[in-house]
């Protein structure tokens, strides 16, 4: 398991920022959807709200778990802090007070007709900076010939 730093438990935590789980099918065809209620777990895990249990999120998810498939999590802040967190699908709760807690947000968020079908955990993997000016960085450095014309001509 990747450990997480405060800065990333932060920005995961963070209401504003965004938050997308990358999955994809027995193609290989992938799926994004947002999931703003991902939070980091006390254990160092990520769990996440999955409203519908016959989504495409949910049934890839299922799938990455019978077929040790990673997935992605990403997460940008405001100021533009992008992380990139390779994920496996760990575990799905459907009932306890996990789902418990994710249930009563999503009720007092959506009202009392809203639906949950479980809540996944994913254990982080890998943990990689996506922001611009730290990729622009690493990339310069990695290959120093990469430039757009406009750029060597100046």
């Known amino acids: 398991m990747a450990k997480l730093s405060k800065e990333i438990v932060a920005l995961i935590r963070d209401p504003r920022s965004i938050k997308v789980i990358a999955t994809s099918d027995d193609n290989g065809i992938p799926h994004s959807a947002f999931k703003n209620c991902l939070t980091v777990l006390e254990d160092g895990n990520l769990a996440f709200a999955e409203v519908f249990e016959g989504s495409r999120t949910n049934a890839n998810l299922v799938r990455s778990v019978w077929f040790d498939k990673d997935v992605d ?34 009720r007092q968020k959506r009202g009392p007709d809203s639906e949950l079908g479980g809540v996944w955990i994913v ?32």
């Open 73 to 106: 999590v990403l997460v940008r802040g405001e100021d533009g802090t992008t992380w990139r967190i390779a994920a496996r699908a760990y575990k799905y709760s459907y009932t306890g007070p996990l789902f418990q807690k994710f249930y009563d947000a999503a």
């Open 123 to 154: 254990t982080p993997l890998e943990v990689t900076n996506e922001t611009y000016s730290v990729r622009k960085i690493e990339e310069d450095e990695r290959h120093p010939f990469y430039r757009h014309l406009d750029r060597v001509a100046g």
